[in-house]
C-alpha cells in the first residue's frame, strides 16, 4: 500500500536512512528483516544500522541484498522500553539510538528510524536535532485510512507532548498542513480541531482559542479550516489534517489500532462458525485480504516527529520485518520531498503572523 506520493523531481541522488537497530520488541533480526525488505524493493537506498557490531554484522552477512549499501555503526548501550527518558539524556551517549540521530545532525543521513521507547526518542531528538525556531512543542504526526480520495488523514499530536495551548495547536495545525501537502499532495488540505463536538460553544477554553487562531490563520498558512471535528471524523472525508493534544490523539490511535484487532478476530470467528461460513470465508478470500491490507497498521507504520531540525520517523516496538519496511519507506518518500527543508520554511514564514494573532486575541479579550 502507497502511503505517500514518489517525488521524482527531488533529486536522483542516493538516499541514506538512518536505522537504530535496538529497541524494539521484536530484537536487530527484525529491524535488519525490515531494511532489507526495503532494499529489494527501492535500490536507491543506503542504510546506517546502529548497534553493537558484532552481531549486526553477522545479520547484515545473511542479507546479499545489503553488500555495500549497509554501514555498521558501533553502539554499546541499548535504550529500553522501561528508561526514562531524563536518565537516557544524561547517560545515554553510548546507545543506539543516540548514534541514530548523531547521524543525522552529522549530515551523514537524512532520517532517522527508530522502534525504540517514544518518549526517550523525543526527549533525545530535542536535544540533538533541536527544535525549529517558532516551534514550541514539536508533535508526532500519524497517516490514518480514511474515506478521503488519497486514503488517509494526518492527525498530530499522537503523544509527543501531552500538554497544548492555543498556540501549540495552531502550529500543529500548520506543520499538519505542510505534511498533507508534500506527502499527499494536497494543494489546499482542509484542518479540523477535534473537540467533543462541533458546535463553537463546545469544549475547553484552549480549544477555543485554538478555534479562532487557526480561522484567523487560514489564508496565510493555506489551508481550509472546517472548525472543529469528532472522534468519528479522524477516518471521515470532513478534513485532511486532524490536530489535537497528544493524550487525546495517543489515546485514539490506541483506540484504533486495538478496534481493528478487533474486528480481525471477529471476522476470523465469524468465518469458523459453520461449515457454510467457511465455505463463504473461501469464497470472499480476495475482498478479505483487500480488507486486510487496508486495515493492517503495519502498511501505514511511522509517526513523524514534527517541529525538529532533522526528520524522525518512529516506528511502533512491536513491528516485524514488514512493520519495518513500511516506516523505511515513509522516511525515503520524506527524505525525497525534502519534507524538512519544506516544513521549517513553512514554519518560519507563517512565525510573524502567528505572534500577531496571539497578540490581536490578546487585545479582543481585554
Not at 142 to 156: D, H, T, Y
Not at 168 to 188: H, I, V
Not at 190 to 205: M, P
Not at 210 to 235: C, M, R, T
Request: proline share 3%; charged share 25%; aromatic share 4%.
Amino acid at each position: 500500500m502507497t502511503s505517500l506520493k514518489d517525488h521524482n523531481s527531488a533529486g536522483s541522488d542516493r538516499v541514506v536512512i538512518s536505522v537504530d537497530a535496538m529497541g524494539g520488541d521484536r530484537g536487530p533480526a527484525a529491524v535488519v528483516a525490515g531494511i532489507s525488505r526495503s532494499a529489494k524493493l527501492n535500490p536507491e537506498l543506503d542504510f546506517i544500522l546502529h548497534g553493537p557490531e558484532d552481531d549486526l554484522s553477522k545479520l547484515v552477512a545473511k542479507r546479499r541484498i545489503l553488500d555495500g549499501r549497509c554501514t555498521i555503526k558501533h553502539a554499546t548501550d541499548v535504550v529500553t522500553m522501561e528508561d526514562k527518558p531524563s536518565q537516557v539524556m544524561r547517560h545515554g551517549k553510548a546507545t543506539s539510538m543516540w548514534s541514530t540521530l548523531e547521524s543525522v545532525r552529522n549530515g551523514e543521513a537524512t532520517v532517522a528510524v527508530s522502534c525504540g521507547n517514544t518518549g526517550a526518542l523525543m526527549a533525545l531528538s530535542m536535544i540533538r536535532l533541536r527544535k525549529l525556531p517558532g516551534v514550541n512543542r514539536p508533535a508526532i504526526a500519524i497517516l490514518w485510512p480514511s474515506r478521503n480520495p488519497q486514503g488517509f488523514n494526518v492527525m498530530l499530536d499522537v503523544g509527543a507532548d501531552i500538554k497544548a495551548d492555543a498556540k501549540d495547536l495552531l502550529q500543529y495545525a500548520l506543520m499538519g498542513t505542510s505534511y498533507a501537502r508534500n506527502g499527499l499532495e494536497l494543494k489546499r488540505p482542509r484542518v479540523g480541531l477535534l473537540n467533543v463536538g462541533t458546535e463553537e460553544h463546545k469544549g475547553r477554553a484552549e480549544l477555543k482559542d485554538a478555534h479562532d487562531l487557526i480561522a484567523a490563520n487560514e489564508s496565510k498558512g493555506q489551508y481550509e479550516f472546517v472548525g472543529f471535528v469528532e472522534g468519528g471524523d479522524i477516518p471521515g472525508d470532513r478534513c485532511d489534517v486532524i490536530v489535537t493534544d497528544g493524550f487525546t490523539g495517543n489515546v485514539a490511535l490506541k483506540t484504533g489500532e486495538g478496534t481493528a484487532s478487533l474486528i480481525g478476530d471477529f471476522l476470523r470467528q465469524a468465518f469458523a462458525y459453520s461449515p457454510l461460513s467457511r465455505i463463504a470465508s473461501v469464497l470472499a478470500y480476495t475482498s478479505m485480504q483487500r480488507l486486510k491490507k487496508r486495515i493492517d497498521p503495519r502498511r501505514v507504520n511511522g509517526g513523524v516527529f514534527l517541529g525538529l531540525n532533522g526528520t524522525v520517523v518512529k516506528s511502533h516496538g512491536s513491528a516485524d520485518a514488514m512493520g519495518v519496511s513500511s516506516a523505511v519507506k515513509l522516511a525515503f518518500e520524506l527524505a525525497r520531498s525534502g519534507f524538512g527543508d519544506r516544513l521549517a520554511a513553512r514554519v518560519a514564514s507563517t512565525a510573524e503572523v502567528d505572534q500577531n494573532a496571539l497578540g490581536q486575541k490578546d487585545l479582543n479579550t481585554k
